[in-house]
């Protein structure tokens, strides 16, 4: 079974631009959450969809926005980058149900300057 | 919201050693699980403990979630530069169907 697969794994970006990156589940997965991870402040949660929904999100302003598409594949969108952006974008499937894993990928390395 | 505490940041072991990583939760675990992170990458699933006292194990690592469900611990032995990396405990941030996480261990083994 393949795993979660994430594009591109790596981006350079100027400030004020907007990107998008983009995630594969794993087949049977029907949700997708999202993370940033930075050195100081760790995983953050972004936002979950389950089935083409926006079940959670986190405390990030609307520039990060995100979208999941019928097959469960998921994109999320920065705008407006600034240079606190710049971290690791992880993306996790799941099954969605309460006790199930999050099976992550090997994200997106972001750099904005 | 829940917080999870892990401690210590970080390790620097001798290969062979044994070693212990701690998690704890400002609230009651209803799930727990543990990844781990080599530099710059995802995180791999190690284990997923639900019930107070359960312990599971894979390999030379095992995980603990203690009775009252607040804490859990990762024990390796022998370790092995293999085991090198960053461990993360996760748990269901009861309420609202997100798994948070702790801000990792730093794991050095020394050969």
């Known amino acids: 079974k393949a795993g979660v697969t994430q594009t591109p794994r790596y981006l350079i970006k100027t400030r004020g631009q907007q990107v998008t990156l983009s995630c594969s589940p794993i087949s049977g997965h029907r949700s997708v959450s999202w993370y940033q991870q930075t050195p100081g402040q760790g995983l953050q949660f972004l936002f979950e969809y389950f089935s083409e929904t926006q079940r959670n999100k986190g405390n990030f302003p609307g520039r990060f926005s995100g979208r999941q598409f019928s097959n469960s594949r998921s994109e999320m969108n920065v705008s407006t980058l600034e240079l606190g952006d710049s971290a690791l974008y992880l993306c996790?499937?799941?099954?969605?149900?309460?006790?199930?894993?999050?099976?992550f990928g090997n994200g997106t390395r972001l750099t904005v300057t | 919201s829940q917080e999870l505490e892990q401690s210590p940041q970080s390790l620097i072991v001798q290969e062979g050693k044994n070693l212990t990583i701690n998690c704890t939760s400002s609230?009651?675990?209803?799930?727990l699980y543990w990844y781990k992170q080599k530099y710059g990458e995802g995180l791999i699933f190690l284990m997923m403990?639900?019930?107070?006292?359960e312990e599971k194990s894979h390999e030379k690592i095992t995980a603990k979630l203690d009775e009252k469900k607040q804490q859990s611990s990762l024990h390796i032995t022998a370790s092995q530069p293999s085991h090198a990396g960053i461990y993360l405990c996760g748990a269901d941030n009861l309420g609202d169907d997100k798994i948070i996480f702790g801000k990792g261990t730093r794991l050095h083994i020394l050969p």
């Open positions: 609230k009651t675990l209803y799930g």
């Open positions: 403990l639900q019930k107070g006292g």
């Open positions: 996790a499937s799941s099954l969605g149900q309460p006790n199930s894993p999050l099976h």
